[in-house]
């Protein structure tokens, strides 16, 4: 009796665990993480591109040039 109420809670837990974290996720990545603007600036923070190369990419973005 005992073992079947430890698992019918845990079923209960796990359930209401697996809602949660599902309903977060489209929470999580809905924020339009990927602006161009936004990753842009993260690459130059970590210096895979230099100053000039982001500027020429920041003006090719917001002119609208395909050329980047």
Same mark, same amino acid.
């Given at each position: ?5 430890? *698992? ?7 359930? *209401?665990?697996?809602? %949660? ?17 936004? %990753? ?8 895979? %591109? ?19």
């Amino acid at each position: 009796m005992s073992a079947s109420m430890i *698992v019918f809670w845990a079923l209960v837990i796990g359930v *209401v665990f697996l809602l %949660i974290r599902g309903l977060n996720r489209p929470l999580e990545h809905g924020r339009t993480r990927s602006m161009p603007a936004e %990753i842009l600036g993260d690459r130059l923070t970590r210096g895979e %591109i230099d100053e000039e190369e982001y500027r020429r990419r920041l003006n090719a973005l917001r002119t609208g040039s395909g050329q980047a």
